[in-house]
């Protein structure tokens, strides 16, 4: 028994690897993200790990795998010289996208994969993390381009996190009997802060990650953008609001969709987000915790891009673009609800303190920007394997900022960029306005 | 526990169930069937049984959820009343296709179902077994139409067993790891019995089931039908045989085939029968107990109806209509090799005793017959959801007959009447061949 | 110029080719039969002749070009030695399915050839016309094979005619104008004659063609089929008879359809026949002279073989397999009302003289009968290319009978085997019931 | 007779609507502008003009109406009271996509219209112009917003203009007999310029149109962007150097391409531009004159987004941003080969007489940036109808600048903004490559 067991972590509060966490224990870091990804397992069985309910979506089995199945690839075969792989078939089985190291299994076949058994899946987990581990223990002895790869390790691996938990939802939610990852009490009701528009002026602003901290290489470089005078909501769009353009027809009226958007709206008969539904005469939404009624107060979550776009133009307002987002959000504590609260459920914005800043910037819904996901001038993916990491994805998507209720902490930060097709709706993604300065 | 658990059993020398056995004890037959569907499913872990490779198969968790459903909707509800039912849910959940029942879960999503668990769905059966066995208890007092339903769910339920293997095939060769449903030494070599043309005056034969033995609608009523003089193959097509089609180029010449068949040929880059596959120069072939050299004596199997087809016609013969088929085969014992050979592989054909029978008809491969799936001349359906068993599916599939190596030994009988449509290769499907009396 | 133009055929009085009228003039009828053909297409513009609406149906031009083709490419090249093709490029681009003589331009692509132009296409078909003519002018010293392929041919073209105007009127039918091919008057109205059931005995038929006369090799060999008792409906179901089902919810009870007829249902969103349309509460139906107020005493038409089936069964009855339909048609005269009435629109059944007889059994609606398209016993297809024209199609589809008011007159016999797949509609095809002797 | 047809213009030189021609005469823009509509259709027959060859891709006759039914119906209806419409059925018929008006006929549909005819939509354009001059001749007393909708309608006929052409190329080209749309020499072998880089500052630039002539809404409003340092190539690609990335195994070698752009490359089986075909180990290339050898000099044309992509990742550079282009194409004058060389054939870049500027940059080919079509800031859409021209598209789409051998000359501007999805490539659109300041 190999990899130590650290208790008392929980999702929103694991701190995430920092330059100072990382020079003073990288090892301990290490093991509280590896754990927390088994934490997350933990009220599942083999047959709930296995499944997969869409092609866009992962089994839980393969997400504790692929994420050790990194750890492996690009870290113990380069750095552990004569390093016997736990299963060189695991190469192939256990490989997302990396099309220059073996030719993945399809995508949309991921929940076939009945073999190995989930014991064996921890099995290799435990495997990777004591020959890694042995690794930590050079401590500051430890190659440099090493640290930095099993860092970015441990950045994938709580992305990997998030797509459990929202992956899980999504076929939970196509079984009729609505089952719970998580029996929860339905969160106390609260009111949602008044929405204030905030001015922002033009700027030459400096845009993306500098320092030494962990970021994506898709945040960087730093560069400026020259961003007009515009104005920014208080915070995200909440269910109440969304239900308004519900009763509006706003489903219905094609002029205030993109084309795009219409199209997939006829083609998947959307008439409210992902996960309500009507019933009664009252509308109610699957969660993490079973089906309840529709929390008017909460921020409105999966929606895709099309409905946010939709609901902005119906409101006479946009979306903001990310510089502007991130603009804002630059300045901005990372304070918000997302600590204090349980999981799984976005939450009411609370009443801002400071009427000047956003209430709620970060953390509960992923808000859909403007902006497609483009390379930033300048940007150079890795080489090699890590190469594919993200610029290959940029086409065609949509970024989103801020961060959700299931987004590890660590990964709420003002440059960080998510990013998805516009008609995605499984994320946790909500809808914040933006509009010109008149 | 209320269940007993009868030793001894192995699919093919199950006794099914026959006027006889169920007078002298019913409750024997039923629990023997029950059992040996959960034998079936002993090998497989929950995540084994939970998978669903392609639409058309079920995972094996659903196969011993809806044999259950069947006693409990058609048998416990109507007989016994204020009878409760283990959970109103699974009326939904494990209803196959009665539409006059309840809507059912889409066929394509039976995947998705990891609640309830496995222990759960076993659990089910034990309490359906428990109310049926009081049911039985009975004896001759049974209701005759309750004991009819009883008798045709068992039958139901072997039908299944033979599906809960072949789906499970199919499923295990999605994986690149191609685990084993059981470890089996490949079976002795042995050579198949030399091909031989069998004549058959013109007749006009009876044809269908008559007497007080089970059988199913579709089997009846037993009629009158002219069969002009033919000759019928001794013995199924061996892979030897099938190989020299492969080789000579059979599935590139459109001319072989049926219309249909070469447009499925050209979609599905078909190039050899299923779970073929040649590595090295030599073929092998994916069966139940893994990967293994392609046996060249064994009859071939999985293939379509179209390549069975274009094989004929290559062959210059054709395949046999199944009055044909039947009118030979009524008159032969069940003797065969399904007894004495392990499970899982097709055999050779033994050198016949007798040089003038079918060395091989029953219980190797299924065979497609040149005729679709039509009703008998004064077919009528059972009443109400029974009348959904057979006769919905009368159109766009073609007939097989003889049963398989996977084929309960109580369904091999000459008026048995299998069916799919003709492109599918899962089930455990092969060829006979016939030819116009010269 | 070299065709002679012969006035005064119309499409139903078209004589077809026979024996007798073959060796007194063949060239005769084959100008006859040419000639036809150019007058379906005479009202129509060359936009008209090249627009293809789906992938079943092809260009009126494509119909023109490829019979042309078939008299080119199977009489013309091998029976003239040193024949010069008009163009050798038609050899691919008008071949329809033959494999064996040249890839086809795939059939969904047919409405993208502009080029050749229409004019060009009639050119063709002089030329053509032409050199058969000099072959024809040989009289009795004609080569009885080549002979032969002529008849074909002429048979072949005939089948054509009947698909210019059911593509055609397909194509028409997507217009939002709502276009006529002619513009004619309603029929006066008349009443449909009563439904009777005709009882018929059990018996031993023969079935098929024999004799002299031309016949497709699939209406081949002759041979006996046992008929057990039955009652043959005495006239087509009428629009008011089916109409009642549609009101009766009929499109909307799944334990009335096939199984795969209700997905097909369900799949295409069927509600009514093809081409009704209700409007302000009545129903009415494009035709080939426009959109008209339903007929409800004319036979049903534009039906798929599921609608038909579920209709039978709604109605406690079945529809009759081939065999039986062709016991009763065989006796009977071919009159009836195709003569009288004009072009494009199925007639009331009249009252019969003879209370005995089916009083419209031929020439209004294709009835699809129970029975799939498959071979009968004995059924050996032509060598060469011929031998692809009706065998590779005997898969899937189902058997129709009687011929419809666009059939040419030639083409209503007993014994024709007309075959489409089970959901097309956009054939003339409707429905005559069948039961079971009581 | 009420058009005056207008001798003297070809496509290239035809000047567009400008302030100071409308203010002098904007009737005899309309009428060239309407004229060469028509000059582009005469070499075509009927059906050449009624084809559609792919769902993006509509008819020349649907061209056609659809450039006179925006004048109807945008113009006339609102402007002349009293006025009615030629035909209200043409309403619907030839409508594109706005949604405000009326459902149009869904676009994969435009095809099947063989009515109205030809000559018809020529009558509708003549009575549609009638009007418009009566209009017109109010000269300078003309309603201002009316004269800007007149404007827009020419502007919007002339992306028509391109669009017949691009359109029409795909569906001759579909065509196995490989027509020529005007039979034309093939242009005199010249050879293109050596690439260079042109070196650019970072720099603050004014992006988007400003001033009174016409611009698209798009291309508005006028706004600063912040351009880091950047290098542009001085020409368009050549063939001769895509040659080499395709000799290079570019289309095999996945870590070359985009994510999406694989997929695209995989499942259409790309392996070369649109129309290239080896043939005899040398390429050939379909053009509006017939095919012909590929031109080694010329630009490379017909590629998609994502071949642009690859083929600038292979290059070690990228595409240039729309921002990029536009700084540097706003100080250049419009010079370019697009006036002297004959239409339709992309040309070799001559050398240029200055060593800094790009050699050309305006006119060959559409040139792919890295800039997916997203509002400008501060962009808001027309009321009404017009404001779908352009904004429900922003979504999914890339942006094209440049203008090609096709394009009138009038929409050759720095401002212009093309756009399509990135899997496209039936329109003439090439590569320029960029990459960052070293």
Redesign the interface.
Known sequence: MCAAKHDGFSLSDLPGPSPSSLEIDLATVFHGVRDQTLRLAEPL???????Q?MEEASPVKWHLAHTSWFFETLVLEPALPGYRPYDP?YR??FNS?Y??LAEP?PRS?R????????EEVLAYREHVDCHVSALLAKGPDLDPQLRFVIELGLNHEQQHQELVLTDLKH??S????Q?AYLEAPDPAPSKAAAHRWLGCEES?SWIGHAGENFAFDCEQPR??????A?ELGSRPVTNSEFLSFVEDDGYDR??L??????AARRKNNWNAPLYWQRRNGSWDVFTLSGRRPLGLEEPVCHVS??EA?AYARWSNA?LP?ESEWESVAAGLPLHGNFVERGLLHPAPAPTPSNGEAPSQIFGDVWEWT???Y??Y??FRPARGAL??YNG?????Q?TLRGGSCVSPRAHIRATYRNFFF?DARWQFSGIRLAR?AT
Request: with cysteine.
């Open positions: 069985s083999a047959e709930d790990c296995g499944v309910s078939a192939v089985l996208y099309e220059s299994v076949r929940g076939l994969l009945t073999r190995p058994p989930l076929a939970l196509t079984n009729p009997l089952p030459l560069h400026r953008v020259f961003i007009e515009f094609p002029t969709w993109l084309s795009d958007g219409w891009y099309y776009d946009r673009t403007l902006s497609p483009s390379p001038p300048g190469g594919e290959k994805f940029m086409c065609n949509m516009p010109n």
